[in-house]
């Protein structure tokens, strides 16, 4: 069998050495680096964000007291020293995914289409819906279907039965146009693991309708932003966003058309940077590598 990647994720206060500590641990045990992206917040107190890729021995994968061994060693001898936070994951390990959605297609279905051409690295383990609308469309695509109704006396309940399905297993849920705001103690659940799709460039537009109320402004150009869910309403971490440039001739129609289009790449992006493991959140914001 031949070797593995794994993926590698620090941050730290920073301070001179890290990169030669990280670098040569993984040289003593006969990891190959393949890739390496670094930044620091401030050369002076400030913070280190580091990403590495890097190729292991597949008798290191297979044996399970072996790996843990090694990651034992990375903690005591460079983790430790350097006030790390840090986290190791297999590059073909697939995240679990799970998709909640309303009435519009869009969206849902770019990562339906891009997770069956295997374009999207991931388990999409199901798709949740407060309406029955797209049911025949996702059970196309062999994935499960789950219908929770959610109304202003029901909001509770319903939360608890999205809970019961995606928590045990879940490394992402996504808001493909979920038309329902979740409460801050299912959003705690999943610390910058639910990721949003927003129709309007952040933070212009915010509330109801923002095509019209780009129309109305006679913008020039739209756009939409993709970002974690945090307590505070469509205020979370960028991850990704997109423009287009629009004119004096567009209608409402055709800047939701085009905004549409923006949606699902913007959307698309996100979730694959995420489940490639190149997002950091620092305070409310990210880098991304």
Known sequence: MSDQCIRLLVQCPDRSGI???VSGFLQQHKANITALDQFSTDSVGGKLFMRIVCQIDSNLVQDELAFKSFQQNFQQNVADHFKMTWSMT?????KNIYILVSKHDHALMELLWEWNRGELHANICGVISNHEDLKKEVLQFGVPFYHIPVSANTRSESEKEVLKICKNNCDLIVLARYMQILSPDFVNHFPNKIINIHHSFLPAFVGADPYRQAFERGVKVIGATAHYVTDELDMGPIISQDVEHVTHRETVLSLRSTGREIERRV???AVK???EDRVFVHENKTLIF
């Open 19 to 21: 990169v030669a500590a």
């Open 273 to 275: 940077w995420h489940i």
């Open 267 to 269: 959307l698309a992006q």
């Open 90 to 94: 297999f590059s073909e390990l697939k």
